[in-house]
């Protein structure tokens, strides 16, 4: 199994832009959860979904963010319109009903 | 969920044990201990988890107090690839749900050559 794959691992985009990041969970895992991580403000739990439904998206900064499961499979964390103070890592990660999160390599996402 | 505490930051030399401390002294019944790290420009790694009974496997050992308010994780013989930050989460886990997992600010630790 490869993984969770996130992409792109880097972004740099212009203050305005709409930036989406994606995610592809390991196969069977049936939760997904999206996580930004700054110096500032370390990890936090942005959303999280379990088979397909978002279970808790409190931790969504604003209404800029969105996120969406399409399938079992795969994420978006959409940003419309974007900020610099939106720069941060982000990272994704799967898990099974029971047992430990697989987190991806993250983007490192850099708004000008 | 309850809270943990951990120091910041801790020292341990290549090739001897690393004995990560985590008080967790309102923890409920039902929550269990994990473990995650995180090296640098990496994301966390799963490392290990359990409920009362000490746990072991190939990165480490739990060791979780009777009482269950703290416990250790030791890093058996640390190597310079160990140097990250630890994370110890107290989650509660449901069959058929999964709760969401929240990282404090961790311990970081610096192997040294």
């Known amino acids: 199994d490869a993984g969770v794959i996130q992409s792109p691992r880097h972004e740099v985009t212009e203050m305005g832009q709409e930036v989406t990041l994606r995610c592809k969970l390991i196969s069977g895992h049936n939760s997904l959860f999206w996580y930004r991580q700054t110096m500032m403000r370390g990890l936090e739990l942005l959303i999280y979904?379990?088979?397909?439904?978002?279970?808790?998206d409190s931790g969504m900064p604003e209404d800029r963010f969105s996120a969406k499961m399409p399938n079992a499979s795969f994420s978006t964390l959409k940003i419309q319109p974007s900020e610099p103070r939106d720069s941060a890592v982000y990272f994704c990660?799967?898990?099974?009903?029971?047992?430990?999160?697989?987190f991806g390599s993250g983007t490192r996402l850099t708004v000008v | 969920d309850a809270k943990t505490t951990q120091p910041t930051s801790m020292d341990c030399a290549e090739g001897r044990a690393a004995n990560l401390p985590c008080n967790h002294s309102t923890i409920s019944g039902n929550e269990y201990v994990y473990w995650y790290r995180q090296i640098h420009s990496q994301g966390p790694q799963y490392i290990i988890h359990g409920l009362k009974n000490n746990e072991t496997n190939e990165m480490a050992s739990l060791i979780i107090t009777e009482d269950r308010k703290s416990s250790t994780l030791i890093l058996p013989h640390a190597t310079l690839r160990d140097t990250a930050v630890y994370y110890c989460i107290v989650r509660v886990e449901e069959g058929g749900a999964t709760n969401k997992l929240i990282f404090g600010t961790g311990t970081l630790l610096a192997v040294q050559p």
């Open positions: 979904f379990n088979n397909n439904v978002p279970i808790d």
């Open positions: 990660a799967s898990s099974p009903n029971r047992g430990g999160y697989t």
